[in-house]
């Protein structure tokens, strides 16, 4: 599975928007994005550097493909994405 910018950029769009009504956008990406997967976690628990950086979130990508999950840079690789909350 492949995730496109086009996509990338819906997702940090929507996730701009969703800040403003909630504090966990997950179940929200979630219903807007069904074929990807989504994991939340706080930016202090991930020493990888991020995919994209926004306001209130970093985001990484996720590659699942093989038998250990792992963060990749690589969009053609991820399979899902951890949206982290940054530490202000």
């Known amino acids: 599975?492949?995730?496109s910018?086009?996509?990338l950029n819906e997702i940090e769009v929507a996730l701009n928007e969703f800040t403003l009504t909630t504090?966990?956008?997950i179940p929200l990406l979630k219903g807007c994005f069904p074929a990807l997967n989504f994991v939340r976690l706080s930016d202090k628990d991930i020493?990888?550097?991020p995919f994209r950086s926004l306001d209130q979130y970093n985001l990484y990508l996720l590659?699942?493909?093989e038998h250990c999950v792992h963060i990749t840079s690589n969009p053609s690789e991820a399979t899902g994405v951890v949206v982290a909350q940054?530490?202000?």
């Open 5 to 7: 910018t086009e996509t």
């Open 23 to 25: 504090n966990n956008p």
């Open 47 to 49: 020493d990888e550097p």
């Open 1 to 3: 599975m492949c995730i």
């Open 63 to 65: 590659d699942a493909r």
């Open 86 to 88: 940054r530490s202000l």
